[in-house]
């Protein structure tokens, strides 16, 4: 029975630790422009919403040449969102199923 009990505990151990490292990722992302458009509208979805949610960048826009750091993490858990940039003359580029967990920079080329 004691060793029942301490496999258990072992068991239950692991899937606490395993929960911690996948909630542990970075889901920060620095965002590049490497455009010679200014980006005025960012959006960052979890793979398979069919909604955008908010813009991220707000009032603020990404002119050629800058970066921002940002964080993706919506709470869900989720790694992989779809990016949505919005440049200054109304052209949109979507990018889907980025991997926020593996990537620590996302660049827009032209």
């Not at 779809?82 to 967990?101: H, I, L, M, Q, W």
């Amino acid at each position: 029975m004691g060793n029942q009990l301490m496999s258990i505990g072992f068991a239950g151990l692991l899937l606490v630790s395993s929960a911690v490292s996948v909630s542990a990722y970075d889901r920060r992302v620095v965002i590049v422009n490497d455009t010679s458009y200014v980006i005025t509208e960012f959006y960052a979805s979890s793979v398979g919403v069919d909604s955008w949610q908010e813009d991220i960048f707000g009032p603020d826009v990404l002119y050629p040449g800058q970066r921002v750091s940002i964080n993706i993490d919506d709470g869900t858990g989720y790694c992989k969102y779809d990016f949505r940039a919005v440049y200054e003359d109304g052209d949109v580029s979507v990018s889907k199923g980025v991997n926020v967990c593996e990537i620590g920079t996302y660049t827009y080329h032209d």
